[in-house]
């Protein structure tokens, strides 16, 4: 899979550990910055991320800042794009399969590596369920139309 991948300062370490893990995987990542741990702005890196996802560039989209919230956020303000916070197995598999998540946030002041790795691993195992998940996907999509 083609995935792209982002985050601050505060995610750096363990934006670098889950590129790591993609690409010994066999995926074509493109690794969007931040390049080291010189303070940054999350916007710009959920921006990044989302965009190519947006975009097509990417399948999917991995993310980090401290919390994974500020990342997400941003990442959310690009139409089509729904990225989920994860703190576990258990949140990555159904940000999947319930939400259809296209990108996946991490806060690495919050999860610990193995978490994240392993939640990681399950999201990208994971496939969207469809069904009455794509009935209420499609509504949050139609919240970009409105206003
Ligand atoms: C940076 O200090 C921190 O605010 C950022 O990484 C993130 O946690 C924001 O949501």
């Known amino acids: 899979m083609r995935i792209a991948a982002g985050s601050d300062h505060a995610g750096f370490a363990m934006k670098q550990q889950l590129v790591g893990q993609l ?16 303070p940054v702005d999350y916007p710009d ?3 990044a991320v ?11 989209g991995v ?9 997400a956020i941003a990442a959310n303000k690009v139409p ?13 598999r159904l940000a999947r399969g319930h939400n259809d998540a296209n990108v996946v946030c991490f806060g690495s002041r919050v999860v610990g ?7 990681l691993a ?12 794509k009935r209420r ?4 999509a139609t919240l970009e139309e409105a206003t």
Not at 23 to 38: K, Q, R
Not at 80 to 92: E, K, P, W
Not at 113 to 119: L, S
Not at 137 to 140: Q, R
Request: aromatic residues 4%; negative net charge.
């Open 63 to 71: 993310c980090v800042c401290g919390t994974g919230i500020g990342i």
């Open 80 to 92: 089509g794009v729904r990225a989920a916070v994860v703190h576990d197995v258990s949140s990555a």
């Open 122 to 133: 399950a999201f990208l195992a994971a496939r969207f369920l469809g069904g009455r998940h």
């Open 137 to 140: 996907v499609d509504k949050i």
């Open 45 to 47: 890196f959920g921006a």
């Open 50 to 60: 989302g965009r190519a996802v947006a975009r097509g560039e990417a399948d999917l």
């Open 113 to 119: 590596p193995v978490v994240a790795a392993d939640a």
């Open 23 to 38: 690409a010994g995987a066999g995926h074509d990542v493109a690794d969007l910055g931040t390049d080291g741990e010189e």
